[in-house]
T-cell receptor
Framework: DAGVIQSPRHEVTEMGQEVTLRCKPISGHDYLFWYRQTMMRGLELLIYFNNNVPIDDSGMPEDRFSAKMPNASFSTLKIQPSEPRDSAVYFC?????????????FGDGTRLSIL | AQSVTQLDSHVSVSEGTPVLLRCNYSSSYSPSLFWYVQHPNKGLQLLLKYTSAATLVKGINGFEAEFKKSETSFHLTKPSAHMSDAAEYFCVVTPRGGRRALTFGSGTRLQVQP
């Protein structure tokens, strides 16, 4: 039973470059979440989707960040242009329902370093 | 509004001794509460959840937590620590019945000494 799959696992790039993070949720899950984890701020929700539609993007830091979900099995988080302060671990999670009875399943994350 | 406070950033125990990780919450709504565990370089994994049924909740790997409304607490316990329990643990709150996002605590890093 495949879990949430994220790619790449690690990304190192120079500031100003475009970065694209990818996520494949668990098949059949209707909700997809993007999180960012840093030492300073802990785990923060960036955006979440229900049935491929963005529901709440209030956690997206600024216009440099964008997320899409073109179909039920794929989502991207894009940063353009990237800055050193974007360095963090980015997690994708999916759940069967958005309500509290359905636990979120997390991928192993993408460790992003912006030089 | 809702928030969660994990009272200890680090906890160190010896293998075979009890574990106690403390969590207090505040919520304007009747909350649901979770504990997640994160092993190094891994995503978060659900340990257990409280959703208004029994106040004592049993989870995986021998962990359990008790919901105490009067104390607004949801502490995580385990009778006997194992080396594999060394990880970071997150207490999480969300209002019940809605689609609100999870609110994560700052995490407690558990060290288990041999």
């Amino acid at each position: 039973d495949a879990g949430v799959i994220q790619s790449p696992r690690h990304e190192v790039t120079e500031m100003g470059q475009e970065v694209t993070l990818r996520c494949k949720p668990i098949s059949g899950h209707d909700y997809l979440f993007w999180y960012r984890q840093t030492m300073m701020r802990g785990l923060e929700l960036l955006i979440y989707f229900n049935n491929n539609v963005p529901i709440d993007d209030s956690g997206m830091p600024e216009d440099r960040f964008s997320a899409k979900m073109p179909n039920a099995s794929f989502s991207t988080l894009k940063i353009q242009p990237s800055e050193p302060r974007d360095s963090a671990v980015y997690f994708c999670a999916s759940s069967l329902e958005g309500g509290v009875f359905s636990p979120q399943h997390f991928g192993d994350g993408t460790r992003l370093s912006i030089l | 509004a809702q928030s969660v406070t994990q009272l200890d950033s680090h906890v160190s125990v010896s293998e075979g001794t009890p574990v106690l990780l403390r969590c207090n919450y505040s919520s304007s709504y009747s909350p649901s509460l979770f504990w997640y565990v994160q092993h190094p370089n891994k995503g978060l994994q659900l340990l257990l959840k409280y959703t208004s049924a029994a106040t004592l909740v049993k989870g995986i790997n021998g962990f359990e937590a008790e919901f105490k409304k009067s104390e607004t607490s949801f502490h995580l316990t385990k009778p006997s620590a194992h080396m594999s329990d060394a990880a970071e643990y997150f207490c999480v709150v969300t209002p019940r019945g809605g689609r609100r996002a999870l609110t994560f605590g700052s995490g407690t890093r558990l060290q288990v000494q041999p």
